[in-house]
């Protein structure tokens, strides 16, 4: 069946989704402007790194946290995933606004919008903004395959054009025009309860937002210490941030050697942590724990060893627990199994 510029899908359903289309196309053209037209993005150990930002999924991601952690630990791989991925979203967001080849560059829209939402959905500090990102762009996606691109569209110019392909059934999947599904209604059904059912489970997995307690790993940091062991000359442990907001870093003011009861052994106050050797502090990704001008950086999705000397703890065999104090006054106590 062949189509024409006056059927419904392209004249009327794609027409309607202009608007949509030309916003979605710019949320994922607009990332390669930021990161290499406005600024500079790509460049690692610079401020504002995309890769160190990436490196903020990892600690909550769903299904993809080994994909992240392979690219964190391997610093040129990460940088051209990095630059891969930029300049995917500029030529899939321009074509999008452009409305070249529509369906398939919205199965692209569908294929990142799912990656953010499972590699980034569960943060946001006011409200679910990563993963209403995620979940609107799934849909979005999915909606821009099914209308293709009306009036205002590349894809409207060469059908008009009466140019050959254009005919041919691909072209009709990939491009623009009646979409020839033998069932339409069950097509879009199955798919927007598909959509519908990842839009319940990852808010309720990410948020407890259908049912239970509502929860936001975004608002305050968490630490994890592990690996605790010491020496008669150095106490060794891992430190790994897991939750808080990832426009800023957890602030270690104080670290305590503390005995079985809870004295303090040793105590290192704000001062000491900003001064600390970064020969003491072994990273494990890109996002780097740090002294900084006032306490201890300790970035989202950060992990690294940190070494302390205890030479001038006197009762060594008496160390028990160790207890980080963030400047919020969040204290995180690991005892020394």
Not at 180 to 196: D, E, H, Q
Not at 200 to 218: A, D, E, M, P, R
Request: hydrophobic share 45%; with cysteine; proline share 3%.
């Amino acid at each position: 069946m062949k189509h024409t510029i006056n059927s419904q899908s392209l004249d009327l359903a794609g027409l309607y989704t202009l608007p949509f289309r030309m916003v979605i196309g710019w949320t994922y053209f607009s990332a390669f402007w930021r990161r290499l037209i406005l600024e500079n993005k790509l460049i690692p150990d610079e401020n504002g790194y995309i890769g160190e930002k990436f490196n903020h999924f990892l600690p909550n991601a769903l299904g993809i946290k080994p994909v992240i952690e392979y690219l964190v630990t391997h610093p040129d791989a990460l940088q051209r995933s990095m630059m891969i991925f930029t300049i995917i979203e500029a030529i899939i967001g321009l074509l999008i606004i452009l409305g070249f080849f529509t369906r398939l560059m919205s199965i692209g829209i569908f294929s990142l919008a799912l990656g953010i939402l499972l590699g980034s959905g569960w943060l946001g500090t006011t409200c679910l903004d990563e993963w209403q990102i995620g979940v609107l762009g799934v849909a979005g996606g999915f909606v821009l395959f099914l209308t293709g691109s009306g009036s205002y569209s590349l894809d409207y110019y060469i059908i008009k054009r009466n140019i050959s392909f254009t005919q041919k059934k691909w072209f009709q999947w990939l491009g623009s025009g009646n979409l020839l599904i033998a069932k339409p209604k069950v097509f879009v059904l199955t798919g927007s309860l598909a959509i519908f059912g990842l839009t319940l489970f990852t808010n309720q997995y990410f948020h407890g937002g259908v049912w239970g307690i509502l929860h936001n790993k975004s608002l305050k940091p968490k630490l994890e210490i592990s690996n605790i062991s010491h020496n008669n000359s150095d106490l060794k442990f891992k430190v790994y941030r897991t939750e808080g907001a990832d426009v800023y870093g957890s602030f270690v003011i104080g670290i305590h050697i503390l005995d079985k009861n809870g004295n303090i052994l040793k105590e290192l106050d704000h001062h000491q942590l900003s001064g600390i050797s970064k020969k003491s502090i072994q990273n494990h990704y890109v996002a780097k724990v740090k002294p900084g001008k006032y306490s201890l950086i300790v970035p989202l999705g950060a992990k690294a060893d940190v070494t302390l000397s205890i030479r001038d703890v006197l009762q060594k065999s008496k160390i028990h627990a160790l207890k980080l104090i963030d400047i919020s006054g969040i204290e995180w106590i690991e005892k020394i199994e």
